[in-house]
Structure formats: structure tokens, C-alpha cells
């Protein structure tokens, strides 16, 4: 992912006789991440798709399975791939059958496949700047011991008197943990570990806020540096009073840097050769009816939506895939017999007639169907399946 221009940096050879960080996500032979086990020849070869995809939609339509499915098949075709989940949900854990940490770590020995659950409790202590950055340059310490400068208060009149730094910082303000998974995901989409980054997004509502945080978070960056400048007097002269030196390091670098960082996100999100957001539904009316106005509001942010996938669809894998699910093992579908089963009968009309819907208002854009399988997605078998249908 070098176009997303990432500064190289220099690798750090171990000292003799330490041992290598056991924390450390890449393997130490590089090509070792890319070698891929015999056994996995029946998942597909790979995916199509660009260096960033998303998926989002209601809760409980499947997005977790769809990438962890797609992450699978990524990491299957050589590509070191990173799924990370937003979701407070944590369900990728249960997906995968596998401990997922909250920072990126490889899951799999045969595979280049990493992934990670963002702790949004544990992101929201770091803040919006993360846990080392102090982009008021010492301000909020300052105003600690000045009795917080609240209510009242210039620095509370230019924050918002129910805010006050905490607020302003993302400490309390509302959307804080989506602004701490933000910062994350700034973070792994930069990293030059991974060819690939499968993002399954928390429900609609929840990953609306998370897009709509590079413009938020670019407005409060600008109050930030105004509070900087406004104060900036003051703090010169206080310096030594705490015992601070003029040779301390700029701390509006965290804010400059950060700033580039949104407007990267920024275009790539809005890049559809390196981005898409896929919306996941089930076979239903109502689901159908709430992607569309996702799908709306998505192209509103200038957002590529490329494909959408219908979920938990009563066909068997011939039926959606033509005839390219045949290595699939029949045992995970069972195809219901609407001939026989009036339920199945009165299901099925449901679903084709939202799969008719979906066709015509998603005219342009390419719709996935994957079957509902007899047994609980869970686990690699499972993927493949799934992986089989989105291919």
C-alpha cells in the first residue's frame, strides 16, 4: 500500500543475545508471510478487490462473517492482510475460533493473515491524539493546576462550558469511542505490514459517525490550534514557573501530523481503485430499505459502494456463485423445498421478492448473494463457504 505515502523506516537490528519481541506482528523471514499451505487450495485464489474494503450494515446481517470470509481468501492468495474489527461487539474472536488481541497480530501459521479487535475502552483513555501526544503542548496540564480554567473561564467560553478540555480532546465529547477507533484505524491503514485491510465496521448507525469523523475531527483540530495560539503567550511565561524548557518539542507536530493523516483517509476512502465499502444485507424488505438509505448516505461522504451482499439466502452455492462453488462441501447447504415446507414456501416469496427490490434500486453496482447455511458460521469450514460465494 505505498500509495498512501507512508515514509519508510529503517529496520532496527536485534542486539546479539536478546530475544525478538514475542508482541511483534511480522514474522521474522518476510518470506515466510507469503507461503501458503497446499491444503488451502480450495479456498479461492485470492480476492478481487482494492487495498481497503469495508463492510457495513445493520447489526446481525453478517458483516463480521463476511470479513473475516474475505480476509481468509486475501491471505489464501499470498497478500499480507489485516481484518480489524470496530465493532465493540468483539465477535471476529468467535468468527475465526481464535483469541483476537487488540492490537494486530498473526492468527494464522500458514497464512499472512493478522488481525485485531479495537478496544474502544481502551482507545477512548488514549483520546483522539493517543496516549503520548500533547497537542495543547502542556495547556491541559496547565489548566489542571489553574483550577481548569472551566465554566466561566476564557478557555471555557472558547471549548464549550459542558465540554471543557476533555470534551474538546474527545475525553467525554459524544462519538468519543468511534473518534478512539478512528485514530486506530488511521493507524493500520498506514501500515506498510499489510497489502490489505478488511474493516468490519460496528452497526449502521455507529459507522455513519465513524465516517463523518475526518470533517469532525478536522473542525476540532482547528479549535485546538486556535486555543494553541490564543495561549501561547501565556505558556511562554509560565514555562518556568512549572519548569519548562524552550527546548521542548513542538507539540503542534502531533496536530500537523494527524491532520495529514485525516486528509490521506480522507482521499482514500473517497478512492474507489483503493477502496470499497460493502453493504451487507439479509433477503428482507426492511433490510433491503435501510441499505438504501446507507447506500445514500455513503454516497453523500463521496464513498465508493461497489458491491452489496445479500446474506442467509435460501439457494444452494451453484445457484449464487454459477456453478464455481463446486468444490464447496455440500454438507454446509441444505437447500429448503418449498414444495414440500410452507414455511420454507413463504419464505422463499419473501426473499425473492426483496432480492427483486435489492436488483432493481442497486441497479449499477454489483450484488453478492451467499446462501444460508444449516449450520452456525464459525470457524474455517464455514469461511471457505462463504468465501466460495463472495469470490
Partial sequence: ??????????????????????????????????????????????????????????????????????????????????VVSTDPAHSLSDTYETEIPAEP?????????????????????????????????????????????????????????????GGLLGGTMPGADEAAAMRQLLEYLDDPRFDRVVVDTAPTGHTLRLLQLPEIMDSMLGRVMKLRQRFSG???????????????????????????????????????????????????????????????????????????????????VDDVTGGSGAGVDPDWVVEPNPETCEFCARRWEVQQNALREATDLFRGREVKRVPLLANEVRGEAALRVVAACLN
Fill in 1 to 82: 500500500m505505498d500509495d498512501i505515502d507512508v515514509e519508510p523506516v529503517d529496520r532496527v537490528d536485534e542486539p546479539e543475545g536478546e530475544e525478538p519481541d514475542e508482541a511483534a506482528v511480522e514474522p521474522a523471514d518476510a518470506d515466510e508471510a507469503l507461503t501458503v499451505d497446499d491444503d488451502l487450495a480450495d479456498l479461492p485464489a485470492g480476492v478481487d478487490a482494492p487495498d481497503y474494503v469495508l463492510y457495513g450494515g445493520k447489526g446481525g446481517v453478517g458483516k463480521t462473517t463476511m470479513a473475516a470470509a474475505t480476509g481468509l481468501a486475501s491471505a489464501a492468495g499470498g497478500v499480507r492482510t489485516l
Fill in 105 to 165: 497480530a498473526r492468527i494464522r501459521e500458514d497464512l499472512p493473515l493478522y488481525a485485531a479487535e479495537i478496544d474502544p475502552d481502551a482507545a477512548m483513555e488514549e483520546g483522539m491524539f493517543g496516549a503520548d501526544a500533547d497537542p495543547l503542548g502542556g495547556l491541559g496540564e496547565m489548566g489542571d493546576a489553574m483550577g481548569g480554567m472551566g465554566p466561566g473561564g476564557d478557555m471555557g467560553d472558547e471549548v464549550g462550558e459542558d465540554e471543557g478540555l
Fill in 234 to 316: 501565556m505558556m511562554d511565561g509560565l514555562k518556568g514557573m512549572f519548569g519548562g524548557s524552550d527546548d521542548e518539542p513542538d507539540p503542534s507536530a502531533d496536530l500537523d501530523e494527524l491532520r495529514e493523516r485525516i486528509e490521506r483517509l480522507r482521499a482514500v476512502l473517497r478512492d474507489p481503485a483503493k477502496t470499497d465499502f460493502r453493504v451487507v444485507m439479509i433477503p428482507e424488505e426492511m433490510s433491503v430499505v435501510e441499505s438504501e438509505r446507507l447506500v445514500a448516505r455513503l454516497d453523500e461522504f463521496e464513498i465508493p459502494v461497489d458491491t452489496l451482499v445479500v446474506n442467509r439466502v435460501m439457494e444452494g
